[in-house]
Protein backbone atom coordinates (compact mmCIF):
# COMPACT_ATOMS: atom_id res chain seq x y z
CA UNK A 1 0.00 0.00 0.00
CA UNK A 2 1.48 3.71 -1.07
CA UNK A 3 1.44 5.82 2.63
CA UNK A 4 1.43 8.95 1.09
CA UNK A 5 -0.92 11.28 -0.95
CA UNK A 6 0.23 11.54 -4.52
CA UNK A 7 -1.92 14.50 -4.86
CA UNK A 8 0.18 16.36 -2.36
CA UNK A 9 3.09 15.33 -3.17
CA UNK A 10 2.98 16.32 -6.63
CA UNK A 11 1.16 19.82 -5.27
CA UNK A 12 4.57 20.13 -2.38
CA UNK A 13 7.18 19.73 -5.50
CA UNK A 14 5.31 22.30 -7.65
CA UNK A 15 4.81 24.70 -4.67
CA UNK A 16 8.60 23.98 -3.26
CA UNK A 17 10.14 24.42 -6.86
CA UNK A 18 9.08 27.65 -7.60
CA UNK A 19 11.18 29.35 -5.43
CA UNK A 20 14.77 27.86 -6.20
CA UNK A 21 15.92 31.06 -7.82
CA UNK A 22 16.32 32.78 -4.01
CA UNK A 23 18.33 30.03 -3.14
CA UNK A 24 20.66 29.78 -5.99
CA UNK A 25 23.99 31.27 -6.51
CA UNK A 26 24.27 30.82 -10.30
CA UNK A 27 28.38 31.29 -11.82
CA UNK A 28 27.86 31.48 -15.43
CA UNK A 29 30.86 30.98 -18.47
CA UNK A 30 28.98 30.72 -21.66
CA UNK A 31 32.16 29.96 -24.41
CA UNK A 32 31.87 31.01 -27.92
CA UNK A 33 32.70 28.43 -29.98
CA UNK A 34 34.75 29.07 -33.15
CA UNK A 35 32.94 29.49 -36.72
CA UNK A 36 32.40 26.35 -37.82
CA UNK A 37 33.84 23.73 -34.85
CA UNK A 38 31.87 20.24 -34.30
CA UNK A 39 29.74 21.08 -30.79
CA UNK A 40 29.53 18.15 -28.84
CA UNK A 41 25.91 17.69 -26.88
CA UNK A 42 25.31 19.79 -24.16
CA UNK A 43 25.09 17.61 -20.50
CA UNK A 44 23.47 18.83 -17.22
CA UNK A 45 25.46 16.84 -14.29
CA UNK A 46 23.55 16.48 -11.41
CA UNK A 47 25.07 16.79 -8.09
CA UNK A 48 22.81 16.05 -4.86
CA UNK A 49 24.97 16.22 -1.79
CA UNK A 50 24.71 15.14 2.40
CA UNK A 51 27.40 14.88 4.78
CA UNK A 52 29.83 14.35 1.56
CA UNK A 53 32.69 15.93 2.99
CA UNK A 54 35.00 13.40 3.25
CA UNK A 55 34.35 12.25 -0.57
CA UNK A 56 34.14 15.22 -2.39
CA UNK A 57 38.14 15.74 -2.78
CA UNK A 58 37.66 12.57 -4.52
CA UNK A 59 34.52 12.21 -6.19
CA UNK A 60 34.79 15.75 -7.96
CA UNK A 61 38.58 14.96 -8.56
CA UNK A 62 37.91 12.26 -10.71
CA UNK A 63 34.74 14.13 -12.31
CA UNK A 64 37.07 17.07 -13.41
CA UNK A 65 39.22 14.77 -15.91
CA UNK A 66 36.06 13.49 -17.86
CA UNK A 67 37.75 14.16 -21.25
CA UNK A 68 33.79 15.60 -22.12
CA UNK A 69 34.20 19.70 -22.80
CA UNK A 70 33.62 21.83 -20.16
CA UNK A 71 32.26 23.90 -21.57
CA UNK A 72 29.58 21.93 -22.89
CA UNK A 73 28.60 20.79 -19.41
CA UNK A 74 26.15 22.74 -16.95
CA UNK A 75 26.67 21.76 -13.24
CA UNK A 76 23.10 21.32 -11.03
CA UNK A 77 24.56 21.09 -7.48
CA UNK A 78 21.89 20.80 -4.11
CA UNK A 79 23.05 20.32 -0.77
CA UNK A 80 21.05 20.53 2.33
CA UNK A 81 20.64 18.25 5.87
CA UNK A 82 24.68 18.77 6.47
CA UNK A 83 26.44 17.98 9.90
CA UNK A 84 29.64 18.37 7.93
CA UNK A 85 31.72 20.45 5.64
CA UNK A 86 30.13 19.91 2.19
CA UNK A 87 28.17 22.94 1.77
CA UNK A 88 31.46 25.04 2.10
CA UNK A 89 33.60 23.01 0.10
CA UNK A 90 31.12 22.53 -2.69
CA UNK A 91 30.73 26.77 -2.71
CA UNK A 92 35.03 26.74 -2.94
CA UNK A 93 34.88 23.95 -6.02
CA UNK A 94 32.10 26.25 -7.50
CA UNK A 95 33.96 29.54 -7.45
CA UNK A 96 37.38 27.45 -8.41
CA UNK A 97 36.41 25.49 -11.61
CA UNK A 98 33.26 27.96 -12.62
CA UNK A 99 34.97 29.26 -15.57
CA UNK A 100 35.57 26.24 -16.76
CA UNK A 101 31.88 25.00 -17.09
CA UNK A 102 28.95 26.22 -18.94
CA UNK A 103 26.88 27.04 -15.83
CA UNK A 104 27.22 26.13 -12.50
CA UNK A 105 24.04 26.93 -10.50
CA UNK A 106 24.36 26.03 -6.18
CA UNK A 107 21.42 25.86 -4.40
CA UNK A 108 22.37 25.30 -0.37
CA UNK A 109 19.61 24.90 2.28
CA UNK A 110 19.65 24.50 6.04
CA UNK A 111 15.80 23.45 5.90
CA UNK A 112 14.94 20.20 7.99
CA UNK A 113 12.31 18.02 5.72
CA UNK A 114 12.86 14.76 7.05
CA UNK A 115 14.44 12.90 9.88
CA UNK A 116 16.26 10.18 9.79
CA UNK A 117 18.19 7.26 12.15
CA UNK A 118 21.41 7.29 10.49
CA UNK A 119 23.25 8.91 7.26
CA UNK A 120 22.36 5.87 5.14
CA UNK A 121 18.55 5.43 7.18
CA UNK A 122 16.05 6.38 3.99
CA UNK A 123 12.73 7.35 5.43
CA UNK A 124 9.38 7.72 3.55
CA UNK A 125 9.86 11.54 3.47
CA UNK A 126 13.77 11.42 2.70
CA UNK A 127 12.92 9.77 -0.31
CA UNK A 128 9.87 12.52 -1.36
CA UNK A 129 12.52 14.65 -0.97
CA UNK A 130 15.16 12.95 -2.95
CA UNK A 131 12.69 12.35 -5.94
CA UNK A 132 11.46 16.32 -5.63
CA UNK A 133 15.13 16.79 -5.81
CA UNK A 134 15.88 14.76 -8.68
CA UNK A 135 12.53 16.47 -10.71
CA UNK A 136 13.88 19.68 -9.83
CA UNK A 137 16.82 19.19 -12.25
CA UNK A 138 15.34 17.59 -14.70
CA UNK A 139 12.90 20.93 -14.92
CA UNK A 140 16.44 22.94 -15.15
CA UNK A 141 17.72 20.26 -17.44
CA UNK A 142 14.72 21.23 -19.60
CA UNK A 143 14.54 25.09 -19.05
CA UNK A 144 18.04 24.97 -20.78
CA UNK A 145 17.64 22.84 -23.66
CA UNK A 146 20.18 19.92 -22.88
CA UNK A 147 20.35 17.64 -24.63
CA UNK A 148 21.66 15.37 -21.66
CA UNK A 149 20.92 14.37 -17.93
CA UNK A 150 23.62 12.90 -15.88
CA UNK A 151 22.44 11.67 -12.74
CA UNK A 152 25.54 10.28 -10.75
CA UNK A 153 25.89 9.76 -6.70
CA UNK A 154 28.16 11.37 -5.07
CA UNK A 155 29.91 8.54 -3.72
CA UNK A 156 30.07 6.81 -7.36
CA UNK A 157 33.85 7.61 -8.35
CA UNK A 158 34.28 7.72 -12.51
CA UNK A 159 37.48 6.80 -13.07
CA UNK A 160 37.63 6.47 -16.82
CA UNK A 161 38.03 9.80 -18.49
CA UNK A 162 35.83 8.38 -21.46
CA UNK A 163 32.77 7.37 -19.13
CA UNK A 164 30.75 10.39 -20.31
CA UNK A 165 32.07 10.15 -24.63
CA UNK A 166 31.02 6.22 -24.38
CA UNK A 167 27.69 6.03 -22.63
CA UNK A 168 26.56 9.32 -25.20
CA UNK A 169 28.13 7.37 -28.25
CA UNK A 170 25.77 4.73 -27.44
CA UNK A 171 22.73 6.54 -28.40
CA UNK A 172 20.29 5.21 -26.18
CA UNK A 173 17.10 6.58 -23.96
CA UNK A 174 18.79 5.65 -20.57
CA UNK A 175 22.30 4.20 -20.53
CA UNK A 176 24.50 3.54 -17.23
CA UNK A 177 27.80 2.81 -16.93
CA UNK A 178 28.67 -0.54 -15.13
CA UNK A 179 29.96 0.41 -11.82
CA UNK A 180 32.61 -2.05 -10.29
CA UNK A 181 31.87 -2.77 -6.69
CA UNK A 182 34.57 -3.64 -3.98
CA UNK A 183 36.25 -6.66 -3.87
CA UNK A 184 34.31 -9.09 -2.64
CA UNK A 185 31.44 -7.59 -3.33
CA UNK A 186 28.25 -8.27 -6.32
CA UNK A 187 26.25 -5.41 -5.90
CA UNK A 188 26.27 -2.45 -9.01
CA UNK A 189 24.52 -0.11 -10.25
CA UNK A 190 21.89 -2.60 -12.45
CA UNK A 191 19.25 -5.91 -12.54
CA UNK A 192 18.97 -8.04 -15.22
CA UNK A 193 15.79 -8.98 -13.40
CA UNK A 194 12.99 -7.70 -11.61
CA UNK A 195 9.89 -9.77 -9.86
CA UNK A 196 6.55 -8.94 -9.51
CA UNK A 197 7.07 -6.16 -6.70
CA UNK A 198 9.89 -4.57 -8.87
CA UNK A 199 12.66 -5.66 -6.65
CA UNK A 200 15.64 -7.66 -7.72
CA UNK A 201 15.24 -11.35 -9.34
CA UNK A 202 18.48 -13.33 -9.45
CA UNK A 203 19.04 -13.83 -13.34
CA UNK A 204 21.60 -15.75 -15.80
CA UNK A 205 22.86 -12.87 -17.52
CA UNK A 206 23.87 -10.93 -13.73
CA UNK A 207 26.88 -12.40 -13.40
CA UNK A 208 28.04 -12.84 -17.21
CA UNK A 209 28.19 -8.95 -16.97
CA UNK A 210 29.33 -8.08 -14.19
CA UNK A 211 32.50 -10.02 -14.45
CA UNK A 212 32.29 -8.67 -18.40
CA UNK A 213 32.41 -12.70 -19.24
CA UNK A 214 29.74 -10.61 -22.22
CA UNK A 215 30.70 -7.14 -23.23
CA UNK A 216 28.22 -4.66 -24.57
CA UNK A 217 25.43 -2.38 -24.06
CA UNK A 218 22.50 -4.60 -22.69
CA UNK A 219 18.87 -3.75 -22.26
CA UNK A 220 17.92 -4.41 -18.60
CA UNK A 221 14.73 -3.21 -16.55
CA UNK A 222 16.86 -1.44 -13.92
CA UNK A 223 19.55 0.93 -13.61
CA UNK A 224 20.57 3.61 -11.01
CA UNK A 225 22.81 5.31 -8.87
CA UNK A 226 24.50 6.80 -11.93
CA UNK A 227 23.26 6.91 -15.27
CA UNK A 228 22.56 9.21 -18.33
CA UNK A 229 19.38 10.53 -19.34
CA UNK A 230 18.65 11.43 -23.71
CA UNK A 231 16.49 14.28 -23.42
CA UNK A 232 16.29 14.11 -26.98
CA UNK A 233 14.91 10.93 -27.04
CA UNK A 234 10.88 9.85 -27.97
CA UNK A 235 9.34 9.51 -24.73
CA UNK A 236 11.74 11.87 -22.30
CA UNK A 237 9.41 14.52 -22.70
CA UNK A 238 7.25 12.24 -20.66
CA UNK A 239 9.44 11.70 -18.45
CA UNK A 240 8.99 12.59 -14.49
CA UNK A 241 10.29 11.54 -11.05
CA UNK A 242 6.86 12.39 -9.27
CA UNK A 243 4.75 8.99 -9.16
CA UNK A 244 0.94 9.07 -10.38
CA UNK A 245 -2.26 8.05 -8.26
CA UNK A 246 -1.59 4.78 -11.13
CA UNK A 247 1.89 3.46 -9.40
CA UNK A 248 1.37 0.50 -7.57
CA UNK A 249 4.79 -0.83 -6.34
CA UNK A 250 7.09 0.23 -3.27
CA UNK A 251 7.97 3.73 -2.19
CA UNK A 252 11.46 3.52 -2.98
CA UNK A 253 13.12 6.07 -5.65
CA UNK A 254 14.79 2.83 -7.65
CA UNK A 255 10.91 0.99 -8.30
CA UNK A 256 9.84 4.88 -9.01
CA UNK A 257 12.64 6.05 -11.61
CA UNK A 258 12.32 2.61 -13.34
CA UNK A 259 8.33 2.71 -13.53
CA UNK A 260 8.17 6.06 -15.07
CA UNK A 261 10.82 5.03 -17.25
CA UNK A 262 8.29 2.15 -18.90
CA UNK A 263 5.66 4.84 -18.52
CA UNK A 264 7.76 6.92 -20.58
CA UNK A 265 8.30 3.97 -23.54
CA UNK A 266 11.70 4.12 -22.92
CA UNK A 267 14.12 2.11 -22.01
CA UNK A 268 17.26 1.24 -19.56
CA UNK A 269 20.75 -0.25 -20.75
CA UNK A 270 23.78 -0.81 -18.64
CA UNK A 271 27.39 -0.49 -20.60
CA UNK A 272 30.08 -2.69 -19.25
CA UNK A 273 32.55 -2.43 -22.14
CA UNK A 274 35.38 -0.91 -20.00
CA UNK A 275 35.92 -0.45 -16.22
CA UNK A 276 34.24 2.81 -15.76
CA UNK A 277 33.41 3.56 -12.46
CA UNK A 278 34.08 2.40 -9.00
CA UNK A 279 31.28 2.49 -5.68
CA UNK A 280 31.97 1.25 -2.06
CA UNK A 281 30.34 -0.96 0.38
CA UNK A 282 26.61 -0.34 0.70
CA UNK A 283 26.70 1.42 4.64
CA UNK A 284 24.23 0.14 7.14
CA UNK A 285 21.33 2.15 8.05
CA UNK A 286 22.44 2.87 11.41
CA UNK A 287 25.88 4.37 10.19
CA UNK A 288 26.80 7.26 12.18
CA UNK A 289 28.67 10.10 10.14
CA UNK A 290 32.18 9.24 11.85
CA UNK A 291 31.56 5.24 10.67
CA UNK A 292 30.51 6.47 7.13
CA UNK A 293 33.07 8.98 7.23
CA UNK A 294 36.45 6.17 8.09
CA UNK A 295 34.95 3.35 5.83
CA UNK A 296 34.49 5.85 3.01
CA UNK A 297 38.13 6.91 2.84
CA UNK A 298 39.32 3.61 3.47
CA UNK A 299 37.35 2.58 0.53
CA UNK A 300 38.80 5.44 -1.55
CA UNK A 301 42.21 4.92 -0.61
CA UNK A 302 42.68 0.82 -1.10
CA UNK A 303 40.27 0.62 -3.99
CA UNK A 304 40.53 3.31 -6.39
CA UNK A 305 44.82 3.28 -6.10
CA UNK A 306 44.51 -0.25 -7.58
CA UNK A 307 43.87 2.09 -10.95
CA UNK A 308 47.05 4.58 -10.08
CA UNK A 309 47.55 7.39 -7.85
CA UNK A 310 44.26 8.25 -5.81
CA UNK A 311 43.36 12.14 -7.61
CA UNK A 312 41.69 14.37 -5.59
CA UNK A 313 40.56 17.61 -6.51
CA UNK A 314 43.04 20.89 -5.86
CA UNK A 315 40.26 23.25 -5.88
CA UNK A 316 38.79 21.24 -2.74
CA UNK A 317 40.97 21.33 0.63
CA UNK A 318 42.06 18.55 2.03
CA UNK A 319 45.15 17.49 4.34
CA UNK A 320 47.13 14.65 4.74
CA UNK A 321 48.07 12.93 7.95
CA UNK A 322 51.35 13.29 9.26
CA UNK A 323 53.59 10.63 8.27
CA UNK A 324 54.44 8.39 11.23
CA UNK A 325 56.33 4.58 11.09
CA UNK A 326 54.73 3.74 14.52
CA UNK A 327 57.87 3.56 16.39
CA UNK A 328 58.97 0.88 14.56
CA UNK A 329 62.78 0.57 13.46
CA UNK A 330 61.46 0.10 9.90
CA UNK A 331 58.48 -0.84 8.16
CA UNK A 332 59.55 -3.55 5.15
CA UNK A 333 57.25 -3.44 2.13
CA UNK A 334 57.83 -6.46 0.20
CA UNK A 335 57.49 -6.07 -3.40
CA UNK A 336 58.45 -7.60 -7.07
CA UNK A 337 60.40 -5.44 -9.50
CA UNK A 338 57.99 -6.61 -12.24
CA UNK A 339 54.98 -5.66 -10.19
CA UNK A 340 55.27 -2.25 -10.68
CA UNK A 341 51.37 -1.90 -10.29
CA UNK A 342 51.40 -3.19 -6.90
CA UNK A 343 54.13 -0.90 -6.15
CA UNK A 344 52.40 2.10 -7.08
CA UNK A 345 49.37 1.42 -5.56
CA UNK A 346 51.32 0.62 -1.99
CA UNK A 347 53.23 4.02 -2.49
CA UNK A 348 49.59 5.89 -3.07
CA UNK A 349 47.48 3.75 -0.08
CA UNK A 350 50.89 4.13 2.47
CA UNK A 351 51.26 8.02 0.93
CA UNK A 352 47.72 8.92 1.66
CA UNK A 353 47.91 6.93 5.29
CA UNK A 354 51.12 8.88 6.32
CA UNK A 355 53.17 5.76 7.07
CA UNK A 356 56.96 5.46 6.55
CA UNK A 357 57.99 2.84 4.53
CA UNK A 358 61.10 1.29 2.33
CA UNK A 359 60.58 -1.39 -0.27
CA UNK A 360 62.02 -4.37 0.45
CA UNK A 361 62.96 -6.47 -3.32
CA UNK A 362 61.53 -9.54 -3.19
CA UNK A 363 63.05 -13.25 -4.78
CA UNK A 364 61.79 -13.60 -7.74
CA UNK A 365 60.70 -17.07 -8.05
CA UNK A 366 60.35 -17.00 -11.96
CA UNK A 367 64.25 -16.51 -12.23
CA UNK A 368 65.19 -19.11 -9.33
CA UNK A 369 67.07 -21.95 -10.90
CA UNK A 370 68.18 -25.27 -9.44
CA UNK A 371 71.63 -23.66 -9.66
CA UNK A 372 70.08 -20.94 -7.49
CA UNK A 373 68.26 -23.22 -4.88
CA UNK A 374 71.80 -25.20 -4.49
CA UNK A 375 73.82 -21.83 -3.63
CA UNK A 376 71.28 -20.82 -0.97
CA UNK A 377 71.80 -24.27 0.35
CA UNK A 378 67.62 -25.29 -0.02
CA UNK A 379 67.00 -28.39 1.04
CA UNK A 380 62.74 -29.35 0.75
CA UNK A 381 61.29 -30.65 4.44
CA UNK A 382 61.00 -34.35 4.29
CA UNK A 383 57.83 -35.45 3.36
CA UNK A 384 56.54 -31.89 2.89
CA UNK A 385 53.65 -31.15 0.46
CA UNK A 386 51.40 -28.80 0.02
CA UNK A 387 48.31 -29.33 2.47
CA UNK A 388 45.41 -27.89 0.03
CA UNK A 389 47.09 -29.16 -3.33
CA UNK A 390 49.35 -32.07 -2.53
CA UNK A 391 52.07 -30.54 -4.44
CA UNK A 392 55.41 -29.73 -4.13
CA UNK A 393 56.99 -26.08 -3.15
CA UNK A 394 56.69 -23.96 -5.94
CA UNK A 395 59.48 -21.43 -7.46
CA UNK A 396 56.99 -18.98 -6.38
CA UNK A 397 56.50 -20.06 -2.90
CA UNK A 398 60.68 -20.80 -2.23
CA UNK A 399 61.05 -16.78 -3.49
CA UNK A 400 58.52 -15.75 -1.15
CA UNK A 401 60.21 -17.84 1.75
CA UNK A 402 63.72 -16.10 0.45
CA UNK A 403 62.00 -12.92 0.81
CA UNK A 404 61.02 -13.08 4.23
CA UNK A 405 64.31 -14.75 5.34
CA UNK A 406 66.33 -11.69 3.71
CA UNK A 407 63.99 -9.09 6.10
CA UNK A 408 64.68 -11.53 9.23
CA UNK A 409 68.43 -11.31 8.34
CA UNK A 410 68.48 -8.02 7.95
CA UNK A 411 66.87 -7.26 11.39
CA UNK A 412 69.70 -9.10 13.15
CA UNK A 413 72.65 -7.83 11.02
CA UNK A 414 71.21 -3.97 11.74
CA UNK A 415 70.10 -4.83 15.29
CA UNK A 416 66.82 -3.68 14.66
CA UNK A 417 64.47 -3.58 17.91
CA UNK A 418 61.28 -4.18 16.30
CA UNK A 419 59.80 -4.30 12.57
CA UNK A 420 56.29 -4.12 10.36
CA UNK A 421 56.56 -6.49 7.71
CA UNK A 422 53.64 -5.96 4.63
CA UNK A 423 53.60 -7.76 1.57
CA UNK A 424 52.02 -5.59 -1.40
CA UNK A 425 48.89 -7.15 -2.06
CA UNK A 426 46.64 -6.20 1.24
CA UNK A 427 43.85 -3.69 2.32
CA UNK A 428 44.09 -1.59 5.14
CA UNK A 429 40.76 -1.99 7.60
CA UNK A 430 38.98 1.37 8.71
CA UNK A 431 40.81 2.96 11.56
CA UNK A 432 43.92 1.07 10.90
CA UNK A 433 46.32 3.85 12.29
CA UNK A 434 44.07 4.30 15.72
CA UNK A 435 43.73 0.50 16.13
CA UNK A 436 47.75 0.44 15.35
CA UNK A 437 48.70 3.14 17.90
CA UNK A 438 46.44 2.13 20.24
CA UNK A 439 47.79 -1.47 20.43
CA UNK A 440 51.24 -0.07 20.16
CA UNK A 441 50.48 2.04 23.03
CA UNK A 442 49.09 -0.39 25.23
CA UNK A 443 51.25 -0.39 28.57
CA UNK A 444 51.15 -4.45 28.79
CA UNK A 445 52.36 -5.07 25.31
CA UNK A 446 56.22 -4.90 26.24
CA UNK A 447 55.47 -7.29 28.96
CA UNK A 448 54.38 -10.08 26.71
CA UNK A 449 57.77 -10.68 25.25
CA UNK A 450 56.39 -10.62 21.58
CA UNK A 451 57.91 -12.27 19.22
CA UNK A 452 55.84 -12.14 16.41
CA UNK A 453 52.04 -10.40 16.01
CA UNK A 454 50.10 -11.26 13.16
CA UNK A 455 48.20 -8.00 11.51
CA UNK A 456 46.58 -9.80 9.16
CA UNK A 457 46.32 -13.43 8.38
CA UNK A 458 43.69 -16.68 7.48
CA UNK A 459 42.38 -18.15 10.37
CA UNK A 460 42.19 -22.31 9.34
CA UNK A 461 40.56 -24.01 11.81
CA UNK A 462 37.32 -23.32 13.52
CA UNK A 463 38.68 -23.28 16.69
CA UNK A 464 38.67 -20.99 20.01
CA UNK A 465 41.17 -18.54 20.27
CA UNK A 466 42.14 -17.49 23.43
CA UNK A 467 42.39 -13.78 24.35
CA UNK A 468 45.62 -12.51 26.05
CA UNK A 469 44.59 -11.19 29.35
CA UNK A 470 44.34 -7.50 29.51
CA UNK A 471 44.85 -6.46 26.42
CA UNK A 472 41.26 -6.86 25.00
CA UNK A 473 42.67 -6.51 20.88
CA UNK A 474 45.05 -9.64 21.09
CA UNK A 475 44.69 -13.61 20.60
CA UNK A 476 46.94 -16.01 20.83
CA UNK A 477 46.27 -17.69 17.44
CA UNK A 478 46.10 -21.25 16.35
CA UNK A 479 47.37 -22.71 12.44
CA UNK A 480 47.06 -20.01 9.85
CA UNK A 481 47.92 -19.13 6.44
CA UNK A 482 49.36 -15.68 4.88
CA UNK A 483 52.08 -13.35 5.57
CA UNK A 484 50.83 -10.39 4.22
CA UNK A 485 51.05 -8.20 7.62
CA UNK A 486 52.92 -8.92 11.16
CA UNK A 487 55.08 -7.34 13.32
CA UNK A 488 58.63 -8.71 14.25
CA UNK A 489 60.75 -8.42 17.09
CA UNK A 490 64.75 -8.68 17.41
CA UNK A 491 64.31 -12.37 19.47
CA UNK A 492 61.87 -13.66 16.90
CA UNK A 493 63.88 -13.09 13.68
CA UNK A 494 66.62 -14.81 15.72
CA UNK A 495 64.38 -17.60 16.45
CA UNK A 496 63.14 -17.56 12.54
CA UNK A 497 67.03 -17.93 11.15
CA UNK A 498 68.32 -19.77 13.93
CA UNK A 499 66.02 -22.54 12.99
CA UNK A 500 67.97 -23.12 9.89
CA UNK A 501 64.77 -23.20 7.48
CA UNK A 502 66.40 -23.64 4.24
CA UNK A 503 67.49 -26.34 5.33
CA UNK A 504 63.91 -27.45 5.62
CA UNK A 505 61.96 -25.82 3.45
CA UNK A 506 58.35 -25.38 3.79
CA UNK A 507 55.67 -22.41 2.98
CA UNK A 508 56.57 -19.75 4.99
CA UNK A 509 53.31 -18.77 6.39
CA UNK A 510 53.19 -23.05 7.03
CA UNK A 511 56.99 -22.54 8.96
CA UNK A 512 55.36 -20.02 11.22
CA UNK A 513 53.03 -21.41 12.14
CA UNK A 514 55.41 -24.78 12.95
CA UNK A 515 57.44 -22.01 14.84
CA UNK A 516 54.94 -21.13 17.67
CA UNK A 517 53.75 -24.61 17.81
CA UNK A 518 49.99 -24.35 16.21
CA UNK A 519 51.07 -26.93 12.94
CA UNK A 520 48.26 -29.89 12.69
CA UNK A 521 51.14 -31.91 11.30
CA UNK A 522 53.39 -33.32 14.22
CA UNK A 523 55.99 -35.65 11.84
CA UNK A 524 57.04 -32.36 10.53
CA UNK A 525 57.08 -29.84 13.90
CA UNK A 526 59.12 -32.92 14.78
CA UNK A 527 62.01 -32.02 12.67
CA UNK A 528 62.04 -28.37 14.33
CA UNK A 529 63.41 -29.25 18.54
CA UNK A 530 62.69 -25.56 19.28
CA UNK A 531 58.90 -24.04 18.49
CA UNK A 532 58.96 -21.39 21.39
CA UNK A 533 58.11 -18.44 19.32
CA UNK A 534 55.60 -16.30 21.11
CA UNK A 535 53.34 -15.57 18.58
CA UNK A 536 50.25 -13.04 18.85
CA UNK A 537 47.17 -11.53 16.54
CA UNK A 538 45.38 -8.69 16.43
CA UNK A 539 41.83 -9.23 16.95
CA UNK A 540 39.75 -8.18 14.56
CA UNK A 541 42.50 -7.95 12.37
CA UNK A 542 43.84 -4.59 10.88
CA UNK A 543 44.58 -5.73 7.46
CA UNK A 544 42.74 -8.34 5.03
CA UNK A 545 44.14 -9.59 1.38
CA UNK A 546 43.22 -7.48 -2.10
CA UNK A 547 41.59 -10.37 -3.14
CA UNK A 548 40.98 -13.57 -1.79
CA UNK A 549 41.60 -17.22 -3.78
CA UNK A 550 38.17 -17.76 -4.91
CA UNK A 551 37.58 -13.61 -6.21
CA UNK A 552 36.91 -13.14 -9.71
CA UNK A 553 40.36 -11.65 -10.19
CA UNK A 554 42.24 -13.43 -7.84
CA UNK A 555 45.76 -14.45 -9.00
CA UNK A 556 49.06 -15.12 -6.94
CA UNK A 557 52.65 -15.33 -8.00
CA UNK A 558 53.84 -17.88 -5.55
CA UNK A 559 50.69 -20.45 -6.43
CA UNK A 560 51.01 -19.56 -10.10
CA UNK A 561 54.79 -20.79 -11.21
CA UNK A 562 56.36 -23.55 -11.73
CA UNK A 563 56.87 -26.67 -9.35
CA UNK A 564 59.86 -27.74 -7.33
CA UNK A 565 60.12 -32.31 -8.33
CA UNK A 566 61.62 -35.02 -6.21
CA UNK A 567 64.50 -34.92 -8.77
CA UNK A 568 65.14 -30.96 -8.79
CA UNK A 569 63.38 -30.84 -12.40
CA UNK A 570 61.35 -28.05 -12.46
CA UNK A 571 58.02 -28.66 -13.98
CA UNK A 572 54.74 -26.15 -14.58
CA UNK A 573 52.20 -26.22 -11.15
CA UNK A 574 48.89 -27.66 -12.23
CA UNK A 575 47.17 -25.59 -9.96
CA UNK A 576 44.16 -24.29 -10.76
CA UNK A 577 42.33 -21.32 -9.43
CA UNK A 578 38.50 -22.02 -9.67
CA UNK A 579 36.03 -19.08 -9.47
CA UNK A 580 33.97 -19.25 -7.39
CA UNK A 581 30.48 -18.59 -7.18
CA UNK A 582 29.19 -15.66 -5.26
CA UNK A 583 26.06 -17.32 -3.03
CA UNK A 584 24.28 -13.82 -2.10
CA UNK A 585 24.75 -11.24 -5.17
CA UNK A 586 23.68 -8.08 -3.26
Known amino acids: MIRFGWLVFALGFALSNSDDSTKASDLSHISKPTKGQDLKPTVLAVFLARNKAHALPFFLGYFERLDYPKDRIFIWIHTDHNEDETARLLEEWRDGVASLYQRIDFISSSD ?69 PPVRSAHSNFW ?48 T ?162 SHFKIWTDVLSNGFQEVLILEDDLH ?43 IETLVYPGYSYWTLAYMLSKQGAKKLVQAQPLRKMMAVDEYLCLMFDQHPRDDWKNKFARRDLRAFSANPLLISPTHYTYDHSYFSDTEASVVIEDNGVKDEASVVIKEKEVKDEL
Open 192 to 239: CGVDETGYYRRTDEYFPTLYRERKGCFEVPMVHSTYLIDMKSPGSEKL
Open 428 to 470: FEPHFRQNLEKLLNDNQLEELGWDLIYLGRKRLEDVYEPAVEG
Open 241 to 402: FIPDEDYGLAFDDLLVFAYQVRKAGMEMFVLNTEVFMRMPWISSEYSSLEEEKEKMVTFFINELSADGPVIRSEHVPHAKPAKTNFGFDKIYVINLPRREGRRLRMMSVLDDLGIEYEFAEAVDGRNLTNKDLEDFGIQMLDGYSDPINDRPLTMGEIGCFL
Open 112 to 180: VVYDALGVSDWTTERFEHLLRLRERALVAARERHVDYVLYVDMDNIIINPRTLSEMIAQKRPVVAPMID
